[in-house]
Nanobody
Framework: QVQLVESGGGLVQPGESLRLSCVTS????????VGWYRQAPGKQRELVAK???????NYADAVRGRFTLSRDSAKNTIYLEMNGLKSEDTAVYFC?????????WGQGTQVTVSS
């Protein structure tokens, strides 16, 4: 089993920044994929950004250039730095890891961008 604990969501104005954190109960090297997804009201859950075991980082087109995915292996933590936030970024953000053969999800943290 894997536990994921997210933090860092909140209410911000357009153009502002937030950093989300996700602490995992296992070392990051145990996972072949780690990252963040989001789900806006009435929409399907979608990929925001992820690292893969092969070393690549994938970003959704909507966030590329504004969001940065990073990790601190010593702290078993994944971060999502979000800059230049827009109203369309409003969603519940979920931390995600794939520990073969299963997917694991955090409980979600709300990000609201509104003036």
């Amino acid at each position: 089993q894997v536990q994921l604990v997210e933090s860092g969501g909140g209410l911000v104005q357009p153009g502002e920044s937030l950093r989300l954190s996700c602490v995992t109960s296992r070392p990051l090297f145990a996972f072949d994929r780690v990252g963040w997804y989001r789900q806006a009201p009435g929409k399907q859950r979608e990929l925001v950004a992820k690292f893969t075991l092969g070393g690549s980082t994938n970003y959704a087109d909507a966030v590329r250039g504004r969001f940065t995915l990073s990790r601190d292996s010593a702290k078993n933590t994944i971060y999502l730095e979000m800059n230049g936030l827009k109203s369309e970024d409003t969603a519940v953000y979920f931390c995600y890891v794939h520990w073969v053969p299963n997917d694991y999800w955090g409980q979600g943290t709300q990000v609201t961008v509104s003036s």
